[in-house]
């Protein structure tokens, strides 16, 4: 007989591998390939695994929990308190009216209030891992929207602790059909009875994680073995979870709080490098979840209900978020991208629907018409996200942008065009200026367009992947376009726009890392300069000069690492495709690079070398060489 679990993992797998990669092609993102994916396997598509969507979410739990534990983690006390005025501020406008507005809404749809407002307290909640993952792989994490959306997304976890205490208090006013009390050990208490239990449950997480955990890791650090300290890890995360299940809380929000309390020992950094590996095949695995338990049995016989109830929460929560955006000054392309991006309702909604439902505020129907809801809003985010970059964006969002600051005419015909000002782009345009070159400077970040103005830089507004900016930019008569964007995606992008329409144009092309390097040479580039490259060897450099060897030699021989890993990169990017031939290739080109390398340390370029070095070093280096 063949195992129910490999099985299931089979199929689950096996539409990650199929659907993501095609989503990807189609520029809409991974996080709606895992959803489709999920709609297509689950029980009212083909059928591969579920019974109308009850075993589905069970599977998909366990992503959920330890996405949580990864939340919690990375939640450092200094990084909230530098964060601390848009993360209350913002979280707290968008959380009290986003709710307000839902339980009205609610209430016309003829529910008790206790009943509507559970709903709407669940309803408030955006999903942390779609909108997470979506900045992450759009490189929008340092951008305005990227930020406002941090801020708020944290304020809606923390506030997931009082909400699920103060859920029992509301359950003394619950109505529903079932009477029945839940299995868990505070299940006989009264309402205030169990909210003092939760708070008490808080209380041994905190305690136990900081007295009896740390000291736990520190002496299994202690065994130098990497695995014992992946399973301690995860020993947490499953005895936390037992244990909050075991009184009838959520186990995603004790692993949560598991993860706040190691958040500042000194393991947080060894925890999250042991578990990332997990992160993104666990969420893959929560968004199949998500998308195969959607009831569509449900949504036929209950369309109006269903979608009524789609678009009036989604449409609440978007102009909120916009609103909430105006307030706080962020401009209008990145207020909607805020907006859109946590315009749906998210995974934490799972959470306090079963946990209300566990305590009969709201009963099975009503619970699963929300977990429909739930599931529709999160699978139509990244089509809206696909939207709002596609066409609203480049239309309205520049528009706008335009008339609420200077017109970005371009006027400056200028013979370098640098595409992207972040960190990256503005060393570069800083390091021309300073030599008398000017260049016309492109951004799609209106925010960081405006602050660089004020600080004297001529930056202009606009997507530099459209053509009319690029001819405007005086693409047409320039001589060297810098594609410096920070997402690869969209960098490839312009570089194949600018080989199509500008062929005379030299592309110097930014690239993150030596995979994104290897892209960029599938697709013809010759001038490729990766982030870390220099960084990396010009630190090595100086570890030579402090162990003792001459400045300019180091200095050479830093020059000539850099000369062969150069020369290297184009004949590894031919093998890359084919994992076995290219670990042949990377032994025997890296023992050629040491062999050469080896053979330049035991030139003498003469007194020359000298020349580099202070007094003081040299007088050593003499005195090192007797």
Known sequence: MISTFLY?????????????????????????????????????????????????????????????????????????????????????IQMVITSLLIFILLLFFGLLWPVALAIALAGAMSSTAIVLQTIKEKGLSQTSAGEASFSVLL?????????????????????????????????????????????????????????????????VAKTGLRELFTASSLLLVVAVALLMQAIGLSAALGTFLAGVVLANSEYRHELESD?????????????????????????ISQPTIVFGLVTGIMSIKFIVLLVTGKVFKISIDQNLLFAFALSQVGEFAFVLLSFSNQLSIINREWMDIMMAVTAISMTITPLLLLINERIIDPRFGITTETEEKAPDEIEEKNPVII????????????????????????????????????????VYYGDATRLDLLKSAGAENAKILIAAIDSPETNQELIHIVKRHFPHLEIMARAKNRTDAYDLIDIGMKNIY????????????????????????????????????????????????????YVVKARETFKLQEELLSKDIGHDAGEGDHSWDSDAIRDTLEKMKK
């Open 155 to 219: 304020f809606q976890d923390i506030m997931v602790i009082p909400v699920l205490a103060m859920l029992p208090l509301l359950a003394l006013k619950g109505l529903s059909e079932s009477n029945t009390i839940n299995s868990s050990l505070i299940g006989n208490l009264p309402g205030w009875m169990q909210g003092l239990s939760f708070f008490a449950a808080v209380a041994s997480i905190y305690l136990g994680g900081r007295y009896l955990f740390v000291p736990v890791l520190r002496m």
């Open 8 to 92: 299931e993992a089979l199929i689950y797998l096996a539409a990650a591998v199929v659907f993501v990669p095609v989503s990807k092609k189609f520029g809409m993102g991974s996080v709606i390939g895992y959803l489709l994916g999920g709609i297509i396997i689950g029980p009212f598509v083909f059928g591969f695994v579920g019974q109308e969507g009850k075993d589905i979410m069970h599977f998909a739990e366990f992503g959920v929990v330890m996405m949580l534990f990864l939340i919690g983690l990375e939640l450092e006390p200094s990084k909230f308190w530098k964060m601390r005025k848009s993360i209350i501020g913002m979280g707290s």
């Open 530 to 581: 990766r982030e870390s490259l220099h960084t990396s060897v010009r630190l090595a450099v100086d570890v030579l000069v402090k162990m003792g060897h001459r400045s300019y030699s180091a200095t050479r021989h830093g020059q000539q690492f850099l000369k062969y890993d150069e020369e290297t990169l184009v004949e590894m990017a031919s093998h890359r495709h084919d994992m076995k031939q």
């Open 419 to 458: 595409a992207g000002f972040g960190h990256f782009g503005s060393t570069i345009g800083r390091f021309l200026r300073a030599n008398g070159i000017e260049a016309t400077i492109l951004d799609h970040d209106s925010d960081r367009v405006s602050l660089l103005r004020k600080m004297g830089f001529k």
């Open 275 to 299: 578990l990332e590996p997990f992160k993104g095949l666990l969420l893959g695995l929560f968004f199949i979840g998500v998308g195969a338990s959607i009831n569509f049995n449900l949504i």
